[in-house]
């Protein structure tokens, strides 16, 4: 019986006490007073109403309540590393109601945890078909087809991501195209698809890194310097985008033009982890090895107490402002951090030949040099080994 059914019975039930009220006893020939109770029966009557349709409603929701908390329980499997319990947890949510677009995100991961790729492919595909505007659909699905090593697929799939996201969903979704685009070899269509997404929002300054990231690796400064240059009037308060400047800057044998874009943003964001550091590094390497810049690396290993890189800083600039002790330890540190890192190898080559241990020196040189991994200060690195090779001859 519905509420509203168990509503009329008991308004006739009211109506029924009423009647009595204005009855009259045709065997006595006079009116009998029934107002107590009327308001006895009255009171009884709605509180059936109220009880029952309390009971119907109550009712009603246990379905939903079951519904979200297996639903968790789900997650929680899930979470937990249990794909089957996860998969039977999800299944019995889906005997109950539809499953919203995240869940069946979830029933893909646990299907593909417990090695099943077509259950869990089938599952992402009948998501995307049902929920076309849900971004982690389409999302989930370009990235399983990435791990299961489709890059056609994924990009057809971030493609169409891209169709429907906006913001930095749009851009995550251009940059991962542009990603497996390069790594398929397909370096200039990568490059295409940044500049057509930057010509359709000029102002996205997500896809703007990227896009001048790209061209400064592959040897474009000035043509990534350009583009960081518009970014930057798009989004002149942004950080990232300053420091991706001074970053260039670096590259094109700018020191002066880096070390004020690296001020700026630091201005706008003073614990900026990559700007802390890398002009702490910048002023080490111009020979400004002042307090200031060794607060400055100290302040990004605080940050980021495991970040080789920081850690690597810390020790140049310990190193160049003698204190040689505390520059081996820190340096240790960082090549414990990242085994095999040149630019660490170099450094701690530096710090050891200072230190006067020269085998140890030549060693780490050496490393720097054969790991045939480019960086900034290679050339620096050979000229060392050469003269500490041509003492140790004498």
């Not at 509180?47 to 939903?64: F, K, M």
């Not at 398929?184 to 996205?204: H, I, K, N, Y």
């Not at 240059?229 to 985008?241: G, L």
């Amino acid at each position: 019986m519905v509420w509203w059914e168990m509503l009329r019975d008991r308004c006739s039930v009211l109506g029924w006490v009423a009647a009595l009220r204005d009855g009259t006893d045709r065997s006595m020939g006079r009116r009998r007073g029934l107002a107590p109770w009327t308001a006895c029966g009255a009171l009884i009557a709605l509180a059936g109403l109220l009880s029952g349709c309390s009971q119907r409603l109550g009712s009603a929701s246990l379905p939903i309540r079951r519904f979200a908390v297996v639903l968790r329980q789900g997650e929680l499997y899930l979470a937990e590393r249990r794909a089957t319990r996860a998969i039977d947890a999800f299944d019995i949510a889906a005997s109950l109601g539809p499953l919203p677009p995240a869940s069946r995100v979830l029933l893909a991961k646990a299907y593909h945890a417990a090695k099943r790729p077509d259950l869990a492919e089938h599952v992402l595909q009948e998501c995307v078909a049902a929920f076309d505007s849900s971004l982690a659909s389409h999302r989930a699905l370009a990235e399983f087809y990435e791990m299961t090593g489709r890059p056609r697929q994924a990009i057809q799939e971030y493609g169409r991501l891209r169709a429907v996201a906006r913001g930095k969903a749009r851009t995550h979704a251009t940059r991962e195209v542009a990603l497996l685009q390069q790594r398929t070899g397909r370096e200039s269509e990568a490059e295409r698809t940044l500049e057509a997404a930057l010509r359709c929002d000029p102002l996205d300054v997500g896809v703007s890194l990227v896009l001048a990231e790209r061209l400064v690796r592959t040897g474009r400064v000035d043509a990534g310097i350009e583009c960081l240059q518009q970014a930057a009037k798009s989004a002149p308060n942004s950080p990232d985008v300053l420091t991706a400047l001074a970053t260039a800057y670096r590259a094109a044998g700018r020191p002066g033009g880096a070390e004020k874009a690296y001020g700026q943003a630091l201005k706008i964001a003073p614990h900026h982890l990559a700007a802390t550091n890398d002009l702490a590094y910048l002023r080490a390497i111009r020979g400004h090895v002042t307090a200031e810049a060794e607060r400055l690396a100290t302040t990004a290993v605080k940050t980021a107490p495991d970040n080789s890189k920081c850690l690597d800083t810390l020790g140049f600039v310990q190193l160049r402002r003698g204190h040689v002790d505390k520059a081996l330890d820190t340096l240790e540190g960082a090549l414990h951090r990242a085994p095999g890192d040149p630019l660490i190898c170099y450094h701690l080559g530096m710090a050891y030949s200072q230190f006067g241990a020269r085998g140890l020196a030549v060693s780490y040189l050496s490393a720097a040099l054969d790991a045939k991994k480019p960086f900034e200060e290679s050339k620096d690195c050979q000229r060392l080994l050469d003269r500490l090779r041509k003492k140790s001859q004498k």
